[in-house]
């Protein structure tokens, strides 16, 4: 891509970005109850990279659609992802999230569960208002990503427990939990926007490839990024023990001493913050971290071959964005 | 209504009824993730009365449509029923609900957390297997349902350390925390079973009066009902200083040293096992037991003239129904 039009599409997203953060803090205000719309609206502020409701607006321009036709769909996707992080945050008794405090820290546990209710009632509200025709596909993929991601977040929990997870139980896990939804954005907007069948079947599966590509690309930044942006701590998955693509890749190839401390790691639930080194030297001895490199090139891959069957230029900006998430630092 | 008619009915109620149970059971046999799938299955055997379904079947059945054609979207009600139930459940700290231990008791938090947002999902789910035409309008009313729900759960929570609760308030939680979904149940039967614009529109206001009559009912019981059924502690209202029609009722017309031992249990935010029978002395002593049922019946009334409105002698369920509810013993 050339720089000039890497840099129009980059100013592209931010200006539509803000318009996303400004509909999303327009959807509550003034709502009651506020005890339940204030909560909800501070946790959109959280000023995430809105990569889902980009991935609506951007599957539906490749095929020839308007932003504005599928505005509310946008906000759906992101209304959902926030619904599923608000109750996943308190099933992970997380503090933060993206330095701010988690809804369940910030107010209550009452207070988090209900406004995380809410966030998926409103979504489904949101996602009506771009519906006049395939209204009934729509709202079927939409609940079927939903469902997913509950069945992902379900086995997620499932491997704190499980000592035996494989990497094929790995990537069953977040086909559901990451890649259904991002799959899902991308189907959605293209049928909202007027796509054809194989159109939107080939935009359906990039979301998909992106999703895996995505998942494993945040498994390795979990080790290799630029650290204390956005809150994180570095090695943050080893010390919670966290069964991501690098260990389960790492216990397939190691042996010896190496598996041993692998393997003391998922037994112990976790390491302390002074090991993350010597977990990232095995890492490294291994070839862990080439190898996801690797599998995100792959994925990567496998969604861009999909966009040689758009022949919209429109598509670009997928492309764009792909290149943008996937090369990401943090 | 003749007794050989009623007799009729209330077999059809019972044999609608175990469908419903067995159709609730399927849903969710040798799906995987067990994790998920088994606790919601597991909530959904508590023997409830199944009475939203059962609006449903019949409000189709009183504009001259069949069981058959909104058979799931009576399961989506009661899906969606048991979602609030459960989360319900985990911010009222509730052990038991109808004798089986509560699922955040029964599993843990987050098992209880990720089952209520899955019946959720499902609900949308199977409504729409039920969705040729008027699509649209039924997800709408659907999900405003389910949103009103929320609110009504919120509002219902600020009651709890809010210590001005007036009767107009309380009106405005039960409108949206039981009434919303009597009255969606009713409007969704009438729209899949083919009803015209007025029929939708009395058996919508059926619903929601009901629903009014319903809860106050509820409220009622809970000092007046048969103890130990179904595992209520008599006067469990009192105990847990819930705002109800009757102590809300009871404020505004207590003098003296009445209101003062009213105010109490307010500030104390309830009160002793002990002390529930001077309650209930109060609570007579002021006519609140006749007034409450004055309400019931009042509410009762409403929704039936609604009945009026419909020439389909299908009706006679509804008012079998409706019976049945609000002459309740538990």
């Not at 659609?65 to 109750?87: N, P």
């Amino acid at each position: 891509m050339k720089a000039q039009n890497s840099k129009q599409i980059n100013s592209l997203y931010e200006r539509e970005k803000r318009k996303i953060n400004t509909q999303l803090q327009n959807l509550f205000k003034n709502k009651k109850p506020q005890s339940l719309y204030s909560p909800t609206s501070y946790i959109l502020k959280n000023g995430g990279k809105r990569i889902r409701p980009m991935l609506v607006l951007f599957s539906a321009k490749a095929v020839g659609g308007s932003f504005e036709r599928v505005k509310h769909a946008a906000i759906a996707v992101e209304l959902l992802h926030s619904f599923s992080l608000v109750h996943d945050d308190i099933m992970d008794n997380a503090d933060k999230r993206r330095n701010l405090l988690t809804l369940h820290k910030k107010y209550d546990l009452s207070t988090a569960i209900l406004a995380g209710d809410s966030l998926l009632s409103i979504a489904y509200q949101e996602l009506l208002k771009d519906l006049n025709k395939n209204t009934k596909s729509s709202i079927e993929i939409f609940t079927k990503a939903l469902i997913e991601v509950c069945e992902g977040q379900s086995y997620d929990k499932d491997f704190e427990t499980n000592n035996n997870v494989s990497l094929t139980d790995y990537k069953l896990m977040i086909k559901k939990k990451t890649a259904a939804l991002t799959e899902m954005c991308c189907q959605l907007g293209a049928i909202l926007g007027g796509g054809g069948k194989e159109q939107i079947n080939s935009l359906k599966l990039f979301g998909r490839h992106l999703g895996f590509a995505f998942q494993i690309r945040d498994d390795l930044l979990d080790i290799t990024a630029e650290e204390n942006k956005f809150g994180k701590v570095l090695g943050g998955d080893l010390i919670e023990g966290k069964k991501t693509f690098l260990l389960l890749k790492a216990l397939e190839l190691a042996k010896a001493n190496d598996k041993k401390f692998l393997l003391k790691l998922i037994k112990d639930k976790g390491t302390s913050t002074k090991n993350v080194i010597k977990y990232k030297d095995i890492y490294l001895r291994l070839g862990i971290l080439d190898l996801a490199e690797k599998e995100v090139e792959n994925n990567t891959n496998r969604a861009l071959k999909q966009l040689n069957y758009l022949n919209n230029r429109e598509k670009e900006k997928l492309i764009w964005l792909a290149d943008h998430l996937l090369n990401r630092k943090n």
